[in-house]
């Protein structure tokens, strides 16, 4: 279970992680300054296990990698959003940050609501609210890429070729 | 204001948007043509595709993180001829990380003998120059901006480092084939009025999640009579508006300037791919001719407005730069309205020109000359004002006029300055009053 910390829509990558702060791919790094300009104390306060909460196209911007990257080395345990960008959908499933889309929750989860997050089902538990939500099904490919905690450890066992087979 | 807000109160008789559907038999459109020929099949919009890649892009920002990857999959390059990097981002180094970034990749091109790398300037502009784009090309880069490439015919798109590092090692990378938004454009612009004034305003239209997913097809009448550096402006700034993929269909134009302006890699000759008989998500049709200066106001860029509307606000920098509007025809329109005058005492002024060849160019014709003259700053080549690295940041309370296609708050400094995203020529004009300014009363 952990906190939600909502964000607003069209979150950009640069709101996530400023272009200043992206000489280093240190996770941990990055995460001292994740959204540092639209939430300061969301990097002083994060606990392992909260959740990320945004609305429509959630990571628009940059194809920086530090954004979902950044997110990741916070401790975040997942980002709920209405809809996401192209390029951080797909970099956030490379790097295995789990991503879910669910409007219905999205409208429904507070700042500091307490959320509970079935990864493997995508069920979305509003602790606060007492209600329940079921994140939209990812396609089979990017939930074999998932399942392997990112792309890169997908290549370590298997040939690309079997992403789609 | 909500993009769908924005296209109901549009006051434009000349929109039109619609759902189209052809009778008889769907072929396919542009994405869907180019994703054919690539599978040896015909395919559709929604399928999965796994797809051999023709070149790989990546610049300083986005190369370690891939060299990372890279390391980790444990695997072998598996064509190095397709490997592009490029110094751009962050370059010269403004500090010392940068420094340290750019040395990691110097050996990471002398450990792989690497043949394409670069210091040439803005990677995009820097890979049409160089050939690399060709119609019906792959061409992948870690930068959102890949989806540039599209004016070449090619399919380009901006992905993550990490899969960067992956397509070195495999050659490939899945795609899933988008709908399309076919942006059909008649008449010819006014005097003074721009492909990046008729981009921004299709922003404006469309939003910046306007295109999310989708592969978003330029043409018409307009398109076709534009040279290739206007029509670059479309498919770079397709990005904004949240396109896998901003496409204009190669012609006579796009083979003319391989032929002429490019090693091409040695590949022709190129097949002239165009949609066939298509079926498309949505149209929105524009005739571009009573369209005025258009400017993409502070935070977002589908904050348009006519230039009009935010004339004679005070700006502190102009900066003329960037792979949207750094070209040698663009630095011609500036030094042309800056000739034999001076930019405003109060306003900084700064040209960046997008590649090393570019800026030779202007050099030789006289145009670097006419901008110093005239008290602009001509800085090296590179992408560092754009992202807020070095050569023209901005201080809180700032505001600036640029060439850029991204107007982030905080992208170039201060995330207490404000980014406003306009034509050379109104870039130029704003440069001699301090105030945003219309082009057409100066030209």
Same mark, same amino acid.
């Given at each position: 279970m952990g906190k939600a910390w909502t964000f607003g829509e069209n979150m950009n990558t640069d709101e996530i %992680?400023?272009?200043?702060?992206?000489?280093? %791919?240190?996770p941990l790094e990055l995460a001292k300054n994740v959204f540092c300009e639209v939430k300061p104390e969301y990097a002083r306060n994060v606990q392992p296990g909260d959740v990320i909460v945004g609305g429509q196209n959630f990571g628009c911007g940059s194809s920086r990698e530090h954004a979902p990257i950044a997110i990741k080395g916070s401790q975040a345990k997942c980002v709920i959003a209405v809809s996401f960008a192209r390029i951080f959908f797909r970099n956030a499933i490379n790097i295995g940050l789990p991503i879910l889309e669910c409007p219905e929750a999205v409208a429904d989860i507070t700042e500091g609501d307490e959320i509970e997050v079935d990864l493997s089902s995508g069920g979305i538990l509003n602790r606060t609210n007492g209600r329940q939500y079921q994140a939209r099904p990812l396609p089979d490919f990017v939930l074999k890429i998932a399942e392997a905690g990112g792309i890169v450890n997908f290549l370590k066992e298997h040939e690309i070729q079997e992403l789609l087979r | 204001m909500k993009p769908k807000d924005n296209l109901k109160t549009c006051d434009l008789d000349c929109l039109r948007l619609d759902h189209r559907v052809h009778k008889g038999d769907v072929m396919g459109t542009l994405i869907e043509e180019i994703f054919s020929r690539k599978s040896g099949r015909a395919v559709n919009a929604g399928e999965i595709l796994l797809l051999d890649v023709d070149y790989i892009m990546s610049h300083d920002n986005t190369t370690p993180l891939a060299i990372k990857a890279f390391r980790e999959i444990g695997k072998p390059i598996l064509d190095k001829n397709r490997v592009v990097l490029h110094l751009d981002h962050a370059y010269p180094a403004p500090n010392v990380l940068a420094a340290e970034n750019h040395r990691k990749i110097f050996d990471f091109v002398k450990e792989q003998e690497l043949p394409h790398f670069f210091q040439q300037g803005v990677c995009h502009q820097v890979m049409i120059e160089e050939g690399f784009v060709t119609p019906g090309s792959i061409v992948i880069g870690a930068d959102s901006h890949s989806n540039t490439y599209g004016a070449m015919g090619a399919f380009g798109t901006g992905l993550g480092s990490t899969e960067i590092g992956v397509a070195w090692v495999t050659g490939k990378c899945w795609f899933k084939v988008p709908e399309t938004i076919r942006v059909e454009l008649h008449g010819r612009t006014q005097r003074g009025v721009y492909a990046k004034d008729v981009m921004i305003h299709i922003a404006g239209l469309l939003g910046m999640d306007g295109g999310t997913y989708r592969s978003v097809e330029f043409g018409g009448e307009y398109i076709d009579s534009l040279p290739l550096h206007e029509r670059i402006i479309f498919p770079n700034m397709s990005t904004e508006i949240g396109a896998k993929c901003g496409l204009i269909a190669a012609d006579q134009v796009t083979l003319d300037y391989l032929e002429n302006e490019t090693p091409a890699r040695g590949k022709g000759p190129f097949e002239q791919i165009r949609p066939v008989n298509p079926r498309y998500e949505r149209v929105l049709e524009l005739d571009v001719s009573p369209l005025a200066p258009q400017v993409a106001c502070?935070?977002?860029?589908?904050?348009?407005?006519?230039l009009e509307q935010v004339e004679g606000l005070e700006v502190q920098q102009v900066y003329i730069g960037t792979c949207t509007n750094a070209r040698y025809e663009d630095l011609e329109i500036v030094a042309n309205m800056l000739k034999g005058k001076k930019v405003d005492p109060y306003t900084r002024v700064i040209v960046t020109p997008a590649s090393a060849r570019i800026y030779k160019k202007a050099l030789q014709n006289g145009l670097i000359e006419i901008l110093m003259d005239a008290g602009c700053t001509v800085t090296g080549t590179g992408c560092g004002a754009c992202i807020g690295r070095h050569g023209g940041i901005l201080a809180p309370g700032e505001r600036a006029l640029t060439t850029m296609n991204r107007n982030f708050?905080?992208?170039?400094?201060?995330?207490l300055s404000e980014i406003y995203l306009a034509s050379p020529a109104t870039a130029a004009a704003t440069a001699l009053t301090g105030r945003i300014t219309d082009p057409r009363g100066m030209m």
């Open positions: %992680i400023p272009g200043r702060y992206n000489i280093t %791919i240190d | 502070h935070p977002d860029v589908d904050n348009v407005k006519p708050i905080g992208r170039m400094g201060s995330p």
